[in-house]
């Protein structure tokens, strides 16, 4: 190492260890609170729990302590934002650490009067399905879809072989012998199984009643890590990686470098979300074979300088795994500490997609979309489940749910009718044209063609006049 650097590196650590940084911006990853589970145990259903909601509020405070001086106390759009995935337990997430983030702004409104409401309403936005290649990573990419899709179906034959025992006694005990069918798709197979486990889990973690046979599940390690095993396989080359978290790594420098730059960005996430990225990243710990748990929050400072040393900018990564713990410093490799942006965008260049859109089509008409564990499609119902926490809520319908149907038909309609022909001008299907009417209608187009002809030739040599 020449000499000059030596320098330089012994000057910045020097800077580092007296607090001469300047924090420019600052993004935070986070994945959503714990969720109730819902009576169809749909994956990715059910809304927010007391605890997680605990969860949320606590991740807001912590920021708000964090980088208190750093962010103003009362929201303003200009410098914060929160984007979320279009899941509403993830919405949620981004409310309750907006309300603790910004508690001091809720607790001094004064807009409802005497009836002393301390509530601030902060924006949340979110990514459509079809659209999000930054959070749930949900956005078609036809020409890695294909390639998941097989290596997904090899993954769930391999689990199923070697998890024999423990698959068959969870065919027996809860009725859902169809998983044991070879024959099936191999989302479909697990989809059933990975309800139950997060019925399992959530149960013991909330002290709520589970069977011997049910208890010996928790043991099972294998069964969950299944879903971190799953996940590998959208990320296992380097080709994967870049059209699946691609577009999410190029977020990073995109964010810091943009003008004007925002102080905090946070992002309403889940597990797989981090998971990916922080692998793809190369700071994922190997030896945890689960993926993030509820309230996991990657932190990534964005700094300016380091006073009158260098005004390179760099970033620096942490990682707080529970939100009871202090974030952890991670280094990412061949980055150093600090990461550089530069180097960082050198570093991940092959990561980093040129051209998302382009690169992800395909000849002919696409390929299959690889099966997804957190769809919103509902599974058969299971005979024999952990029993749930009973709990009482009030829906509210958000006016994008809300479906125009026929005034006369149920929630679902069966069978719908025909499709009918209506006129722009009236409520009434159209009659065919008889010989006549069409007869009249075409002369009438003739005539005003003829007469917009005659306009527009007079309007020409009127031109010419007016040039010459």
């Known amino acids: 190492m020449e000499t000059r650097t030596k320098i330089l590196l012994l000057l910045l650590n020097i800077a580092l260890a007296n607090g001469l940084e300047t924090l420019s911006s600052v993004q935070v990853i986070f994945r959503h609170g714990e969720k109730e589970l819902d009576g169809t ?12 909601k605990k969860q949320m509020f606590d991740l807001g405070t912590y920021l708000r302590s964090r980088y208190a001086g750093f962010i103003r106390t009362e929201f303003d759009s200009g410098e914060t934002s929160f984007l979320s995935s279009d899941k509403d337990p993830v919405i949620q997430s981004a409310s309750m650490v907006a309300y603790g983030l910004y508690l001091d702004f809720n607790l001094a409104a004064t807009w409802s009067g005497e ?37 997904l ?21 809860t009725g859902d012998t169809a ?12 989809q059933n199984l990975i309800s139950f486990l997060e019925a399992v889990k959530f149960n013991s973690s909330n002290n709520l009643p589970l069977e011997d046979w049910e208890k010996q599940f928790l043991q099972e390690q294998d069964l969950f890590q299944f879903r971190s095993g799953w996940f590998k396989n959208y990320i296992d ?35 797989h979300t981090l998971y990916t990225l922080m692998a793809t990243l190369g700071i994922w710990d190997e030896n945890n074979l689960q993926l993030p748990p509820d309230g996991a929050t990657l932190i990534i400072e964005y700094y300016d ?74 599974r058969p119902h299971l005979p024999k489940i952990p029993p749930l926490r009973k709990r009482t809520t009030t829906t509210t319908v958000s006016p994008k749910h809300i479906e125009i149907v026929s005034s006369t038909s149920e929630n679902t309609v069966q069978n719908p009718p025909s499709p009918v022909l209506y ?4 409520s009434v299907p159209e009659k065919p044209l008889n010989v006549s009417g069409l007869n009249i209608l075409m002369g009438v187009i003739v005539l005003v063609v003829g007469t917009g002809a005659l306009i527009f030739a007079a309007f020409q040599k009127r031109r010419q006049y007016i040039s010459i």
């Open 153 to 173: 179906n090899e993954y769930v034959k391999n689990f199923f072989n070697q998890n024999q025992a423990s698959l068959e006694l969870y065919a027996e005990k």
């Open 41 to 52: 145990l749909e994956v990715g259903g059910g809304p927010l729990s007391d605890k997680g």
């Open 179 to 190: 998983i044991l069918n070879g024959n099936r798709n191999g989302a479909d197979r697990i």
């Open 423 to 426: 006129s722009a001008s009236a």
């Open 305 to 378: 300088s380091i006073g009158a040393i260098t005004t390179d900018p760099y970033m620096k990564v942490w990682y707080r795994s529970e939100t009871s713990q202090e974030p952890e410093l991670l280094e990412i490799p061949q980055c150093g500490q600090p990461c550089y942006i530069n180097k960082f965008k050198e570093v991940f260049a092959n990561i980093i997609p040129a051209n998302a859109e382009k690169e992800c089509k395909v000849e002919g008409n696409g390929e299959a979309k690889p099966q997804t564990l957190s769809g919103s499609r509902k």
């Open 237 to 271: 080359t380097e080709e994967k990686q870049r059209l699946y978290i691609g577009s999410a790594v190029q977020n990073i420098p995109t964010t810091f470098e943009a003008t004007p730059v925002k102080k905090i960005s946070l992002f309403s996430a889940h597990d």
């Open 115 to 151: 009836e002393n409401i301390q509530y601030e309403p902060i924006p949340v936005r979110t990514l459509p399905r079809q659209y999000d290649n930054l959070i749930q990573l949900t956005k078609s990419c036809p020409k890695n879809d294909a390639r998941i899709q097989e290596d």
